[in-house]
Structure formats: structure tokens, C-alpha cells
């Protein structure tokens, strides 16, 4: 009687253990549920919907489309259809991948989706859909076609970096040379000696001014003749100095009047508004400052 109990106490247990088992294990839909859940959750986790469609293809029967997807899949049809511009396939973009995130196994969308990202130059973003579409088993044939359609892809994506690679390297030169330029634009104008002149040493240094003036990429510092001495006439005018950048405070560039050998160099204020002249060769030597009027 004892043993026949014991016997009855243990068919028991298993036969409860096996009801709780049966309780606590997930049907398929219930894990595809599951699944969609979390992928909701982070959109664009590729391996989640690799997961998925794996999952998908052992059920039987297959899950239907839900009206949810189907709509945003007929908007994203739409959009796409009459899209002229980046803007208008993004959108349909969108709703492709709405579509997807709530039938994410869904065959055709993978493929339109692709379609269309390839249209908004998406490349990369269209490979990983592509491929998609290939885990969805579609035969074959397509299979192969889709293949092919990756290595498409793959040349366009390559061609758009490189493309991307020239405008970037365009734009950081067009930058470097726009602030190259700037400073030396900050000093166009006319400039006047600042300090007071000694006519026992530089009789006719007040017959003269500079002006300066952007020609091309360089900046020309012109010697203007202002009251006529020797053989120099009113507004005759010869090139001092032609800089092509500006480093730091000083001026970079070729001094053209000046034949003597020596040291000479231009410093520029910090607020743009004086510049120094330094001089040293075997006559003499000294500095000139001279400030914009």
C-alpha cells in the first residue's frame, strides 16, 4: 500500500511538472511576438531580424501580414511612385521601414525597400537590406539576381565615397585658402606713416603712401606717389610687396622694390589696422610703422 502510494505521489509530480513545463514554454507566435517586441524597441538590430526571419520560415503555417504593415507598406509604394527628390524617397524610406519593423520576415518589402534607398544613394543601407531579402528565401534565380544586385551596390558605394572624399578634400582646400585669404583681405586700404618724419634724414618720405589691394590670391602693397619728386610724377604707383599668405602676424611674400641684400619683413597688428615695415642691410636699418586712414 505504502509502495503503491509512493508509486502515485511520484506519477503526480512528474504530471505537474510536465502541465508547468508545458505552462512556462512559448508557442512560435508567442516568441515571434516576442521578438517584434524587442526589435521595436531598436529598429535597426540586423541580427534581431536575421533572427526573425529564421524563426518565420519554421513556422507553419506561415504568419500573415498584419493591416498594420500592409498600410504602411501601400504608403510607402505611394510616396516612392511619386518621388522626385532625396526628401520625397526618405519618406517613403520610412514607411518601408515601419512596415518592417511590425512584419519584419516580409519578403517583398526587403525588396522595395532596397529599391529605394538605392534611389536616395543609401548604398550601404540598401546592401544590408538586399541581403535581407536573400535570408528571406526568395529561390534561386532571385537569390542570384539579388546577389548581383550587391555588387552593384557595392561599385555605386564605392564611387559615392570617393566622390565624397574629392568634395570633402574640396572643401577643406576652399577653407584653408578662404582663411589664407581673410587676413590678407583685412588689410586692403590706403596706409599712412604713424610716426612723425624727419626731413633732415627722409626729405620726401611725406610725398608717398601705400595702398594695398587684393589682386587674385595675393595681396599687392603699392608704393603711390602723392606730391612729385625727382623723376617720380603725382600718382605714379610701383609695387612694394606682394604677399601670398599671412603667418601668425607676419606677412609671407616677395618683396619687390627693395635690391639690396638684408633682412626685411612686414608684421601686422593684431586688430588689422597698422603694420610694421622692419629693414636691415648694409646702409641702414630701423622699423616703419604705418596705420590705415
Known sequence: MKRGMKYAIAILFVTLCSWSFVAQAQTPRETLNQYISDLQKNPNDYALKEKIIRHVQTMKPAPAIPEEARRHYVMARTLFDDAKSAQDFGLAIDEFKKALTVAPWWQEAYLKLSIALKAAERYGEAIEATKLYMA????????????????????????????????????????????????????????????????????????????????????????????PYWDWIKGEERIFYMANRLE???????????NEPGTYEVTVSPDFNDWEFYYSNQYSSGRQTYTRR
Not at 528571406?136 to 572624399?165: C, F, H, M, V, W
Not at 590678407?184 to 590706403?190: E, P, Y
Open 136 to 227: 528571406t528565401n526568395p529561390g534561386e534565380e532571385l537569390s542570384r539576381k539579388a546577389q548581383d544586385e550587391i555588387y552593384i551596390l557595392e561599385a555605386k558605394q564605392i564611387k559615392a565615397q570617393a566622390e565624397k572624399a574629392t568634395q570633402e578634400k574640396a572643401v577643406t582646400e576652399a577653407a584653408a585658402v578662404e582663411k589664407k585669404q581673410k587676413g590678407l583681405r583685412d588689410l586692403v586700404g590706403n596706409w599712412y606713416r604713424k610716426m612723425p618724419y624727419d626731413p633732415k634724414i627722409e626729405p620726401y618720405a611725406a610725398n608717398a603712401h601705400y595702398r594695398s589691394e587684393m589682386r587674385g590670391d595675393e595681396l599687392y602693397i603699392i608704393y603711390v606717389i602723392d606730391v
Open 248 to 258: 601668425g602676424n607676419k606677412l609671407i611674400g616677395t618683396f619687390q622694390r627693395l
